[in-house]
């Protein structure tokens, strides 16, 4: 039975010029089907059409002054996607890519990795298409004060939290609450991934990247093997690939590239992390510049050509659809065993099937990134009980939700007909709650 296709079909035509959101939407509803035939009463609540409706979309002008004086106006969205089980919840983006499609595609994901974590968060997603590259920091600090004038009209603590993703880090979430204060006249936590000084959470800053290794660590096990001695190749050099390597290393691999958008270094001897810290974090440099300080690495340009390097487990961290079917099958001749989704939807729907066919190890995004938003769910925690965690405390945490997450995954792959498919066991695990919690809360949202 095809009970959602015509839903599938429904939200395409209606969503005309959303190619990404139309992506998901459609990922999502063909894992749902055995779902939708076990709970008629879900179809008769219009669980299924309400779910691909954000509930709210705002979008707004952004207006701020440069270093010469001269107006640049950007536009700021924030799509309030779902709070059936908590308040929304969903990450910033601030690149000139974004638009409407990225940020609903992002907000609707963003929805059941939310509910998987297992923590009371509703799933939301924001951001500009202001491109923070070569802004000066009183640039940056000027476009986040901006952003947040209008946006702080729709957030709050106890309403929408949002946190980081492509483009906003410390610096940016630090003239974005600074703003909010001064707005509101409010010390809350009503953005997440915070400094350490005014009420961020330790492990905040690694917990997607660390929670990605020990998603896939999970995978690995459940077929006797592990990261230890293990090639393995990321992509990004952002956030979340750089705490990833960080991990992957200390789980005992060897990570011998990492990208940028203009092009992927490639060290066989192991990436100095140290050095892409410094170069990426401290200063805000491309990754090009490595091979200056290990001439035995290479630099090549172009980002796709990552993917033709041999390795046993990929784990791409960049941005959306950055692997496709040619890449797929460049990792699989290659030998690759696991791939984990650090980035959110980095693999087109045709590399998926490569990966689901050829039966390798495959963590989808919305299990496997989870770590950062469980994370922020605990930087919330703590901020309501004005108290913080020690390191350990945290990152215990993230790594019982981690596995609990595996747990929930396979589980729901299994109960479902879709055995060994995290995809499909990820999608149903995350919508079920969200449904249940619809269900009980009535139709008139
Ligand atoms: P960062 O801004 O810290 O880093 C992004 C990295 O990806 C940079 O190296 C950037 O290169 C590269 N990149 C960005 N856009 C493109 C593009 N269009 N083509 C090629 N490379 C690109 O972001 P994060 O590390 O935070 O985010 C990376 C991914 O992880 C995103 O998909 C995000 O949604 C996802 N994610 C992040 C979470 C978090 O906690 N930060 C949580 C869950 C998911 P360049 O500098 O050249 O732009």
Redesign the pocket.
């Known amino acids: 039975m095809n009970l959602l296709s015509s839903l599938t079909q429904h939200v395409i035509e209606k969503n005309p010029n959303e190619p990404e959101f139309q992506q998901a939407v459609k990922e999502m509803l063909e894992s749902l089907e055995p779902v939708a035939e076990l709970h008629p009463e879900w179809i008769d609540a219009g669980i299924f059409d309400r779910i691909v409706e954000p509930e709210r979309q705002i979008i707004f002008r952004v207006s701020w002054i440069d270093d010469n004086g001269v107006v640049n106006v950007n536009r700021g969205f924030r799509v309030q996607f779902n709070s059936a089980i908590g308040p929304y919840k969903g990450?910033l983006?601030l690149?000139p890519?974004v638009n409407l499609s990225i940020i609903k595609f992002?907000g609707f994901e963003q929805t059941f990795k939310n509910s998987l974590t297992g923590l009371p968060i509703g799933g939301a997603k924001g951001g500009s298409d202001f491109n923070p590259?070569g802004k000066s920091d009183r640039e940056i600090m000027r476009f986040c004060q901006s952003f947040m004038t209008e946006l702080s009209k729709h957030i709050g603590a106890d309403t929408d939290v949002p946190?980081?993703?492509?483009?906003?880090?410390g610096r940016e979430i630090g003239f974005m609450y600074g703003q909010y204060k001064r707005l509101r006249n409010e010390f809350t936590g009503v953005l997440t991934?915070k400094g350490l000084s005014y009420g961020g959470s330790l492990a905040r800053t690694e917990?997607?990247g660390y929670g990605m290794c020990y998603f896939v660590e999970e995978m690995l096990k459940a077929t006797e093997n592990s990261f230890k001695d293990k090639t393995v190749v990321i992509?990004?050099?952002?956030?979340?690939?750089?705490y990833g390597a960080e991990k992957a290393i200390q789980l005992g691999a060897n990570v011998v590239a990492l990208?940028?958008?203009?092009g992927y270094i490639y060290d066989p001897a192991g990436i100095k992390l140290d050095t892409v810290k410094k170069i990426?974090e401290v200063n805000r440099q491309?990754?090009s510049e490595y091979v200056k300080y290990h001439p035995t690495s290479k630099y090549h340009k172009g980002?796709s050509g990552i993917w033709t390097i041999k390795c046993d487990i990929a784990l791409p961290?960049?941005?959306?659809n950055?692997i496709n079917e040619s890449s797929a099958n460049a990792l699989i001749s290659n030998g690759c065993i696991a791939v984990g989704e650090?980035?959110?939807?980095?693999s087109t729907p045709e590399a998926i099937n490569v990966f689901l066919k050829s039966k390798i190890l495959f963590g989808p995004?919305k299990a496997v990134?989870?770590g950062?938003?469980a994370t922020?769910a605990l930087e919330m925690s703590q901020n309501s009980i004005r108290y913080s965690w020690t390191f350990e405390e945290v990152d215990n945490k993230l790594k019982a939700i981690m596995s609990d997450i595996y747990m929930k995954t396979s589980n729901a792959a299994k109960e479902y007909g879709f055995e060994g498919n995290l995809l499909a066991g990820a999608n149903i695990a995350g919508f079920i709650k969200v449904a249940d919690a619809m269900y009980s809360e009535g139709i008139a949202y």
């Open positions: 990450g983006r690149h890519s992002l590259k946190a980081g993703d492509i483009g906003v880090g991934g917990a997607t992509s990004g050099s952002g956030n979340v690939a750089i990208s940028d958008s203009d990426k491309r990754i980002c961290c960049a941005t959306q950055e650090g980035a959110n939807m980095p995004a990134n989870a950062g938003v922020s």
